[in-house]
Structures are given as C-alpha cells and as structure tokens.
C-alpha cells in the first residue's frame, strides 16, 4: 500500500510538469528563415525561427551589425504549438531593404535557459518592389547575330525580322494595338491570351509574359526605330500605365544584295531594284471600271466630293496640322506598289495625308493606315 502511494506522486508529478521543461540544448540545425518566398524592397520582410521546448521567457537575442541597405523593424516572441504536439517559441525578426539584390545577415546571438547561441539567417535574394516599379516592354529578336553594336541591329534590305514583344511587372493587360510602319511589311503572327487581357497575374512573378510575334520586311535602306506599339497594363499596385515599345533599339537596313533564299521582293516586283519605282511612275489602267460598274463608282465618287465640301477643319488644322482628306474608298496597301497585296476599305473616313508621292499617298485614318492611290482621296481645303 505504501508503494502504491509513492508511485502515485511520483506520477503526478511528472503530469503537472510544464512541456518546456523537456527543452534541448542542441539547437545546432536551427536557421532564421524567410516567412515568404520572396522579398522585396521598401517593405517590410520577415525572417521566422521556431525553438520546441523553449518558453518566450527564457529567450533573449542581440541583433548582429547589419549590413548596409539593411534596417531593422521589429521583433515579436510568442508561443506555438507544433504539429507533434510538442510546445515552444516562435521568433520573428522584420527588416526593410532599401536596395534589390543577394543579402545575408550576420548570425544572430540568442540567450537560451542561461546559455548561449549562434543562429544563422538563410541568404535571400531581394527583389524590386513591383508597387514601386512601372511595367515595361521589352523586345526579343529571334536572331541575335543581327547585333551589331549596343541596341543597334543590322539587316538587308527586304530580310524578314522575327522578335518577340514582351512585358515584365503587368498584372493584365487592357489593350494592345500597333501602327503599321512605313516603308515595310510587318505583320503580327501570333498573339498571347494574355495580349488580349484574357489572364490575370494573381502573384507576383520576375519573369516575362509574352505578348506577341511580329515578322517585319523593311524595303528601304536607312536608320529605324521599332514600330509604334502601345500597350495599357494595369500595375502591381493597381494602376493603369500606358506603355511604349523600347525607344533605345536601332535598327540599320543595308542595301546589299538580300540571300538568294529571300523571295520576299518579287512578289511585288519583277526587278530586284528599288521597290518604289512604280510609285513614280504612270500606273497601268488594266482593272479600270467600265459600263455599269463605272457609273457607280462615279456616283460613289460625288457623295464622297460633297462630303468633303461640307467637311470644315480648324484654324489649326489648316496651317498647322497634316494635310487631311476623305478616303473615297479602295485599295489601302503596305507598300506603294500595284502589285503589292491589299485590303479594300469603305470610303467617307477623314484621313491625315502622312507622305505623298506622284501617285500615292500614305494616309492614317482611325481604321487603317498604308498606302493608296491618290485617285481615292478627296484633299480637304
């Protein structure tokens, strides 16, 4: 009987024992750790060490020399409960980091139970915060070859160029759009859902989201710049930003002799020389309109002189601004070139006369913009 109740208090007093009373000192394996995976600057990031058998009280810590760029928030000691059951201290440090970049901070020193200890932060890398960041556009050509100096790419005449048009910090895109360049042929290939506002960022990501695929024939030696390509995102913080191709790439066109495999150019001439010169001389009469068929185009014709008789532009517009007329319908074509493939408009749409050669006109309306005969458009005086 007397054995019983000795194992009975023994017992018991093993029950009312606190779980941090069962702490090791042996804490060798244990890291700072970062509570994201990824931290940015200009907020406040968090590093977080977990101590079983620990109780807050019996942790003190002495915060190292910080390296610079580097600021010390807060810290906060509390007790958790691990998924064994098993009951200690949760540590968490919060620092600000005023530069992007590899940062490590030195060990932190910690007082535990009355002994000391070394806990090592883990390294991290500390990304831009994209609050603080506009998106941007970037370009990607296919073939780096083309690079001939920083920013500058050299072609030949009449050479198809393949990039890519890309966008880092968006979250969506609203609207996407591009003007046709002159002096070219360019077309858009492929375009990404998130171009067209389909997909939506829901964290943040470092990487490129494409947005589409261009192909661009330039038929003209000289200096130029991309094409006019506009892009309205919305930010990481909730913005709206309109966005500009990169203004710093050159493009360089030659006039040497293209590769025989290059047929681009006799699709539109039989000649291999300057792909302008029909546009100075008379064009060919061969699909003029006859009988019935002229009589409309003759009536179309009048509706579109009264239109622009009736049409007023401002005291601006007349002296200052671009020469304007109304397209009387037609061919709108990429080149000045009969033989050049197409796209037939509607007339009555007031467009601004951009350039203008003996025969041809490179005109920019709200629905289209290229090159058409000077005989499908009505100048406005």
């Not at 020469?323 to 796209?343: C, R, S, W």
Request: proline share 4%; glycine share 6%; with cysteine.
């Amino acid at each position: 009987m007397f054995f019983f109740k000795k194992s009975f208090k023994f017992s018991v007093f093993f029950l009312f024992l606190p779980f941090f009373a069962f702490s090791s000192d042996n804490f060798s394996d244990k890291k700072l750790l970062p509570r994201s995976e990824i931290f940015f600057t200009q907020m406040e990031n968090c590093y977080e060490l977990s101590l079983v058998g620990v109780e807050p009280k019996n942790l003190q810590i002495e915060l190292p020399d910080l390296p610079s760029g580097v600021k010390f928030s807060s810290s906060k000691k509390e007790e958790f409960v691990s998924e064994r059951g098993e009951r200690g201290t949760l540590l968490s440090l919060w620092f600000t980091f005023s530069e992007s970049g590899e940062s490590h901070i030195p060990p932190l020193f910690a007082k535990i139970n009355g002994k000391n200890h070394y806990f090592e932060f883990e390294s991290v890398f500390v990304h831009e915060n994209p609050a603080l960041i506009s998106p941007k556009l970037e370009i990607e050509f296919k073939n780096q070859k083309n690079l001939t100096d920083k920013n500058t790419y050299t072609f030949k005449k009449g050479e198809k160029i393949t990039f890519l048009l890309n966008v880092r910090y968006a979250v969506q895109i609203l609207s996407f759009k591009w003007t046709l360049p002159k002096n070219s042929i360019f077309r858009e290939v492929e375009r990404a859902d998130f171009a067209n506002g389909k997909e939506k960022l829901t964290e943040f990501s470092y990487d490129t989201k494409n947005l589409a695929r261009f192909e661009w024939q330039i038929l003209k030696s000289g200096a130029y710049s991309l094409p006019e390509i506009t892009v309205e995102a919305v930010t990481f913080n909730g913005e709206k930003r309109v966005l500009e191709e990169p203004k710093n790439v050159k493009i360089i066109v030659t006039n040497q002799n293209e590769p025989s495999e290059n047929k681009t150019l006799s699709l539109f001439s039989g000649r291999q020389n300057d792909i302008f010169e029909n546009a100075f001389k008379n064009p060919d009469s061969e699909n003029e309109p006859t009988g019935k068929k002229q009589i409309n185009l003759v009536s179309e014709r009048e509706k579109y002189e009264k239109l622009a008789r009736n049409t007023r532009l401002s005291f601006f517009e007349k002296h200052f601004g671009k020469k304007q007329a109304i397209f009387a319908g037609g061919q709108v074509k990429q080149v000045p070139e009969d033989k050049a493939v197409g796209q037939k408009f509607e007339g009555g749409e007031k467009v601004k006369i951009k350039e203008k050669t003996a025969f041809w006109s490179f005109v920019e309306g709200e629905q289209f913009s290229g090159w058409t005969k000077n005989d499908n458009l009505i100048e406005l005086e």
